[in-house]
Nanobody, 123 residues
Framework: QVRLLESGGGSVQAGGSLRLSCTAS????????LGWFRQAPGQEREGVAT???????RYAEFVNGRFTISRDNAVNTLYLQMNSLKPEDTAMYYC?????????????????WGQGTQVTVSS
């Protein structure tokens, strides 16, 4: 059974940084593509960044160079380093996985999801 567990969320002031982690278990991690998604209250879930099983990364336009996605296959962990955070980045952040190659920033392309970690950015 695929399990994803996020951590690292919290409350920061605008301009601050957070590093999210997502630890995976239950599958052959390095054959899966992974992504970070977020959902603010009353809004649809949206893609933030993805990284395929070759290590290729893709970012949503609103990231604009502020975030970096990475993965460490040796410890089955996905990361999202977030810098220069803005109040509009406030949301629940989820990691997701899909077997094989994908770089889609579309939630429907991913089959496995974590429970989320809350990020709150104050002005």
């Amino acid at each position: 059974q695929v399990r994803l567990l996020e951590s690292g969320g919290g409350s920061v002031q605008a301009g601050g940084s957070l590093r999210l982690s997502c630890t995976a278990s239950g599958y052959n991690y390095d054959t899966y593509s992974l992504g970070w998604f977020r959902q603010a209250p009353g809004q649809e879930r949206e893609g933030v960044a993805t990284i395929d099983h070759y290590g290729g990364a893709r970012y949503a336009e609103f990231v604009n160079g502020r975030f970096t996605i990475s993965r460490d296959n040796a410890v089955n962990t996905l990361y999202l380093q977030m810098n220069s955070l803005k109040p509009e980045d406030t949301a629940m952040y989820y990691c997701a996985a899909v077997r094989g190659w994908s770089n889609a920033l579309v939630p429907g392309n991913y089959h496995y999801w974590g429970q989320g970690t809350q990020v709150t950015v104050s002005s």
